[in-house]
């Protein structure tokens, strides 16, 4: 029988949902409210693998995006402006006044999406953003499915219509701790990138794509996370370059490991990863199980396509046009080491 039950109550009334899909070693718990996924345990771990929250409470006031899927634009658009066929759009910015983040305000992340279909090893939401949605034109129609494929593996599929055209470049945000301890600084990781896209002060990409080499953004060599260069720690948020285009089927983008014998493995259609090691992660809340979550306490790998990209054109167009259809997969193995 399929777990289904209701998680909380937003302010209007209107329930907000989980459900439990498994298969082989592996279960996640999904939530209605950003299509979040909740908790994520594998058979013989006595710890979640993923940061998240044990009430409504903590996802609405208190969680950095914790296992949300963000959009209609995942990460940063400068100035929170871009033209699309000669028509300048303004959206609703919401971080420092000065960028939109992860679809504005009111993204996807924050939004309450209907379950569609449920299995005991899926479950399919959708989402409707209406015309004029944070400044975005055209009304998007948005899926996402999750499926536990055994033995041990997440599978995340989105896709998005619309009727006319816009931009749409969805993300998959969960915070992954492998150990359940107070960090991930001595997680080892891999990332598939030869070359990112540097940042101005605000984190929203000059337009270069430079190659990794020589710099601390080169982790093609599996090595802890913590790095330092000149007697300090090297901290990660920033887009690293697996491709220069999506592709039709999941490539390898990043492997992370933990010290008690457990593995992720990303592999995702989509060109870039944002890389993010919860530096400033720092929740009042209690979190799963009642743990505290503080600096480092997660790590992030958010395929998508490049942040800014309309305000780019030589980086992957995230435009979306009518009779289109916006694609992403993106698979999330466990293993053990």
């Known amino acids: ?85 000669g028509k300048d759009y303004q959206l609703a910015v919401n971080e420092r006044d000065r960028t939109q983040l992860h679809g504005g305000p009111d993204g996807f992340g924050r939004r309450n999406w209907r379950i569609v279909d449920l299995g005991a090893d899926s479950v399919t939401l959708a989402l409707t953003s209406p015309d004029g949605d944070q400044g975005y034109p055209g009304t998007l129609e948005a899926t996402c499915r999750y499926t536990i494929e055994a033995p041990s593996t997440l599978r995340f599929d989105a896709e998005a219509t619309s009727d006319a055209p816009t931009l749409v470049n969805l993300a998959q945000h969960s915070y992954f701790n492998l150990d359940g301890s107070p960090d991930i600084l001595d997680h080892r990781v891999r990332i598939d990138a030869d070359a990112y896209t540097p940042t101005d002060e605000y984190l929203v990409p000059t337009g270069e794509i430079r190659a990794v080499d020589g710099t601390g953004f080169d982790r093609r060599t599996l090595a802890p996370i913590r790095l330092m260069q000149d007697g300090k720690r090297f901290a990660y948020d920033i887009n690293l370059v697996v491709a220069r285009e999506k592709a039709a089927e999941p490539r390898h983008q990043a492997r992370l490991e933990g010290q008690r014998g457990i593995a992720l493995d990303v592999w995702s259609t989509e060109p870039g990863v944002q890389f993010y090691d919860g530096a400033y992660v720092k929740v009042a809340a209690p979190g799963l ?37 916006y694609r992403q997969t993106t698979r999330f193995a466990f293993s053990r080491t």
Do not use: K
Not at 6 to 22: M, N, W, Y
Not at 59 to 72: I, L, W
């Open 1 to 85: 029988m399929t777990d289904r039950r209701v998680f909380g109550r937003l302010p209007d009334g209107s329930a907000v949902e989980e459900v439990t899909i498994a298969a082989g070693d592996l279960s996640a718990r999904i939530i209605t409210v950003g299509a979040i996924v909740r908790d994520v345990r594998l058979a013989g771990a006595d710890h979640p693998l993923v940061l998240g929250f044990d009430d409504l409470d903590g996802y609405m006031h208190h969680s950095p995006y914790f296992g949300a899927v963000v959009g209609r634009f995942a990460n940063r658009i400068g100035h929170g402006r871009f033209a699309l066929d």
């Open 289 to 325: 199980d009642g743990r505290r979550y503080g600096t480092n306490a997660g790590c992030c790998f958010e395929p998508q396509l490049f942040p800014d990209a309309p305000n780019h054109p030589e980086f992957p167009s995230a435009v979306l046009r009518p009779g289109e259809t």
